[in-house]
């Protein structure tokens, strides 16, 4: 196989050394978002390892970040990446070895995916309260006071004690799942994700970076999508399988322009085999009319893309303040020409239902109560979702 592309790109993101890593590391040192939270205080760190996350991390994070060249996977279609990708997998003998080829594909992405999209982690953790619940069921049954013994025959506590040991571990295993969502969103909103992440807003900062690798990411999960589309392969369920997961869904705007059409590509996810340990397709939710226009529909898509939009059991859901999603309804009423009235900011109502919330009118009446214009914080990252997409001139 030639993995000339393919190999220095997935360097960017598998093993301890990659640029992907030491943002990790760097970010779970400077905002306490490692797996088990540091006690507190935390202690300050020796002047030799403070100097490492000053200084040379980030200085060797930027040197390899700078030095990747993006346009092999960001632009053009096809990618010569995913070109690279495609002739490797044509190669592959059978089903199994091409299925194993692309396992090979996702698994250097495993640490930054459980950051930021922590479905197989939640899941492990899930699993154990089941397990967990049903061995408490059992010694709820039992007499309390009941004596146990361990294989050595000598004395190993109560029956009451099981039950508490249990109740014990359930709840640990709950604020692991908390602990998961807590990490993950603050990876999207400090790396630029929702509207908080003002340092973000800075140049070479580590932030910045990992919102630079994570974008690439994002994108090489979409055109993967789109191309295994194209052979009958369910990116999602290779996903599941191999607890990846890049993207937790997909949407038909995720994979329609590498596809060459949505007519295409809807015919390629409706063809997907229905497996039952295949996780389900979840379709973009029904539209308000007023946004039900391929015009919208990109807006939404590049917001979707950007992280300030997701999908959560069939609803779309603002990944933000309510202040800013009354800002994106003001620049994409004027965008998408939906105002009717001269004198209104914005039509209101249709992004109300798209988000299901209430009263983005006064969000904005509230911010401008203290601020002389209507620019609330991380106004600019709205502003580039509206910027010309000149990806398909490329």
């Given at each position: 196989m030639n993995k000339t592309i393919e190999k220095p790109f997935l360097a960017l993101f598998g093993g301890l050394t990659s640029p992907a890593a030491h943002c990790l590391e760097w970010m779970d040192e400077t905002y306490d978002l490692g797996v088990y939270p540091a006690k507190q205080p935390r202690e300050p760190l020796p002047p030799k390892w403070r100097d490492y996350f000053d200084n040379v991390l980030p200085q060797t994070i930027k040197t390899r970040v700078e030095?990747?060249?993006?346009?092999?996977?960001m632009c053009g279609n096809p990618s010569p990446l995913m070109e690279e990708i495609e002739n490797n997998l044509n190669e592959q003998p059978t089903q199994e070895a091409k299925e194993r080829y692309l396992f090979s594909l996702l698994i250097p992405f495993k640490?930054?995916?459980d950051k930021y999209t922590p479905v197989a982690l939640i899941a492990q953790e899930e699993r154990q309260i089941q397990e967990t619940e049903k061995d408490l069921a059992y010694w709820k049954q039992q007499p309390q006071d009941m004596e146990l013994t361990n294989t050595a025959g000598k004395p190993s506590g109560t029956v009451k004690g099981q039950v508490e040991a249990c109740c014990s571990m359930i709840s640990r295993h709950r604020q692991q799942i908390e602990r998961y969502k807590h990490i993950s969103d603050q990876y999207r909103i400090l790396t630029g994700r929702c509207e908080d992440g003002a340092r973000w807003m800075q140049k070479d900062t580590v932030e910045a970076y990992l919102h630079t690798l994570h974008s690439i990411a994002f994108h090489f999960a979409n055109r993967l999508d789109a191309l295994l589309l194209t052979y009958g392969i369910d990116l999602l369920r290779l996903e599941l399988e191999s607890g990846v997961f890049?993207?937790?869904h997909r949407l038909i705007t995720d994979v329609d322009y590498y596809i060459g059409s949505r007519e295409l590509a809807q015919k390629y996810i409706d063809a997907l085999p229905k497996a039952g340990n295949s996780q389900p397709q979840q379709e973009a939710p029904e539209l308000p009319k007023e946004l039900n226009t391929d015009k919208a529909r990109g807006l939404i898509a590049k917001a979707v893309e950007a992280g300030y939009i997701t999908v959560e059991a069939g609803q779309y859901k603002w990944n933000g303040e309510k202040v800013l999603l009354a800002y994106f309804a003001v620049k994409a009423t004027t965008y998408l020409g939906l105002k009717k009235n001269y004198n209104a900011y914005a039509c209101w109502?249709?992004?109300?239902?798209?988000?299901?919330?209430?009263?983005?009118?006064?969000?904005?009446?509230?911010?401008?109560?203290?601020?002389?214009?209507?620019?609330?914080?991380?106004?600019?990252?709205?502003?580039?979702?509206?910027?010309?997409?000149?990806?398909?001139?490329?």
């Open positions: 030095a990747f060249d993006e346009t092999v996977v640490e930054l995916a890049l993207k937790e109502k249709p992004f109300e239902r798209l988000f299901n919330v209430a009263n983005l009118k006064w969000a904005k009446a509230d911010f401008e109560k203290y601020h002389s214009d209507f620019h609330p914080t991380g106004y600019e990252k709205i502003d580039t979702l509206f910027e010309a997409d000149t990806e398909g001139q490329k």
